[in-house]
């Protein structure tokens, strides 16, 4: 593993920090205290995040997630909806350039959830996962969070603390992990530097 050179990685994730805290969602509310600091590592690593919530018993969000779209996927998205025929070649066109845009940003997700979970042990059901979101968004939530509409209360709130807890274990970790750029010099793209 690389040799973090500066006194304090605190340091290096302040301006994305200062950007993240001038968020505000369509209601005006600024990213939720508890998901924050996961906003502030995946978009120190490159991830484009567009939606978060830490995740609250006495709602139905299953639980902490993270939505992340690649920034060219906004206007294909919007072609395709206003194609509205499901079936016309226009529509298909349009999403799949979206599905197809938003690769790379699923690829990078997944290669810092492999490099996480390769030497931690945690329940299965408590893995973090990416799942497809409205096909050119991804998701970071944890696998088993969509059992807690079904649970009752107590166990609702068990199960969002061992995810914020996952969630947690895992912004941790990308606040330690070191940024090296790729072979074609982009920023924010990760590679081993073991």
Wanted: hydrophobic fraction near 40%; aromatic fraction near 6%; glycine fraction near 6%.
């Amino acid at each position: 593993m690389a040799v973090i050179i500066e006194d304090s990685m605190e340091d290096v994730f302040m301006p994305v920090r200062k950007e993240v805290l001038g968020l505000k969602d369509k209601l005006g509310r600024a990213i939720d205290p508890g998901i924050l600091e996961l906003v502030v590592a995946l978009r120190f690593h490159g991830v484009h995040t567009i939606s978060s919530c830490e995740g609250h018993a006495d709602r139905t969000t299953s639980g902490p997630y993270v939505m992340f779209e690649a920034p060219e996927t906004h206007d294909f998205r919007r072609r395709y909806r206003e194609a509205k025929d499901k079936k016309s070649t226009e529509y298909r066109h349009w999403h799949n350039k979206a599905v197809q845009a938003n690769v790379p940003e699923v690829r990078r997700v997944l290669g810092l959830l492999a490099d996480f979970y390769e030497h931690r042990l945690s329940p299965n059901d408590q893995h973090i996962i990416v799942r497809s979101f409205d096909a050119s968004v991804g998701e970071l939530i944890c696998q088993g969070a969509e059992i807690a509409r079904i649970l009752p209360a107590a166990e609702r709130e068990l199960l969002l603390q061992k995810n914020r807890a996952e969630m947690q274990a895992f912004t941790d970790y990308l606040k330690l992990r070191p940024l090296t750029p790729s072979a074609d010099g982009r920023e924010g793209v990760l590679q081993r530097s073991d």
